[in-house]
């Protein structure tokens, strides 16, 4: 059942905006950070990673951004044309800024952290001018990545980006992936949040994102509480994640539809949100059944979580659908559904 209306005729799939950073993943990992000598590395952000996702599924993607004008630049706008991710409204910083780095720390399989260097990162200087209305017009959907709303001048980009969709009629997807550096009170946080979410037809979260988001208007609220509320402001399904617990997506017809964790063994604790948006958002785009879209979504995920890296690691449609076969086989044909 298609939820939400998409323009067939318009040649890109998506347009994503928002960070795009460097992750350096260690190789001697099960230990601390501080112990860690040796790191793969690779391109990484969350809207950036779901970029890659939906293309290696099958669909073409755009993004807007800004990368460093040096070799990691070099590396993200490289990396991004061998996916096949059009770079067109990607543009190199002027003023120094620099990638965004993420280390991360793989003490065991359900244990890990991140640690980002942020300070004048390049994905935060996108401006206003980077954003266009052809570029919008020329894409069924655009994602918007909450962390592009954590400063200036990137929050207005993204805020033009929103406010040109609903011009053009382009549906909006709200990941709200929060991160806390770059934020300065929970207020400022619910602030631009609720601003985007407010015109999405798509929103992808976490409880606690949830919360964060509604801290000004309805705190304290449920996860079907919150559907509603979203549902009211004219969203067309909200997706509310519970991490091993699973997840849940509310359709604005009233259905419910949960997924759990596809059985893996796991090597990390990250990245598997970002394997699930790409591969849900994928359901969505081809019209399929929120329970079908949210069973790609999980089994992405629970594929990212057993593998080293990110956007590298991302399942292709032939890979996915073989893995979800498989678990069916061995464990029966309702293993992840609810």
Not at 66 to 95: L, P, T, W, Y
Not at 117 to 134: F, I, M
Not at 240 to 257: L, P, R, V
Request: glycine fraction near 10%.
């Amino acid at each position: 059942m298609k939820y939400v209306e998409f323009d067939s005729t318009r040649p890109i799939d998506m347009v994503l905006l928002g960070r795009v950073a460097v992750d350096f993943n260690p190789t001697d990992y099960y230990k601390p950070l501080a112990e860690s000598t040796t790191f793969k590395k690779y391109v990484g952000g969350s809207p950036a990673n779901i970029a890659v996702g939906l293309s290696r599924l099958g669909k073409k993607c755009g993004f807007f951004g800004r990368v460093s004008d040096d070799q990691f630049g070099d590396f993200a706008v490289n990396f991004f044309k061998g996916e096949g991710v059009d770079v067109s409204r990607i543009r190199r910083c002027e003023h120094g800024e620099k990638m965004g780095l993420t280390f991360t720390e793989i003490l065991s399989p359900k244990d890990s952290s991140i640690l980002m260097y942020r300070n004048k990162a390049a994905d935060l200087a996108l401006t206003v001018n980077d954003v266009d209305e052809e570029y919008i017009k020329s894409a069924k959907a655009i994602l918007i990545s909450g962390t592009a709303l954590a400063e200036s001048p990137s929050r207005e980009a993204a805020l033009k980006a929103v406010m040109l969709a609903k011009r053009t009629g382009t549906p909006i997807v709200f990941d709200i992936d929060y991160r806390a550096y770059n934020w300065q009170t929970p207020d400022e946080v619910s602030i631009y949040y609720w601003t985007v979410a407010r015109e999405a037809a798509v929103i992808l979260g976490s409880r606690e994102e949830y919360d964060l988001t509604e801290t000004l208007t309805a705190p304290g609220m449920d996860d079907a509480q919150s559907a509603a509320y979203w549902h009211g402001m004219g969203a067309k399904i909200v997706v509310i994640k519970h991490g091993k617990e699973g997840s849940t997506a509310y359709a604005n017809d009233g259905g419910t539809y949960s997924i759990k964790p596809f059985p893996i063994e796991k090597l990390k604790s990250f990245g598997g949100g970002d394997g699930y948006g790409s591969a849900f958002l994928y359901g969505v785009l081809e019209g399929l059944e929120l329970i079908d879209c949210l069973e790609l979504g999980s089994a992405s995920a629970s594929l990212l979580v057993a593998s080293h890296a990110c956007a590298p690691d991302m399942p292709t449609l032939e890979k996915l659908k073989g893995y979800i076969a498989d678990c069916k086989r061995r464990y029966g044909e309702m293993i992840a559904r609810v």
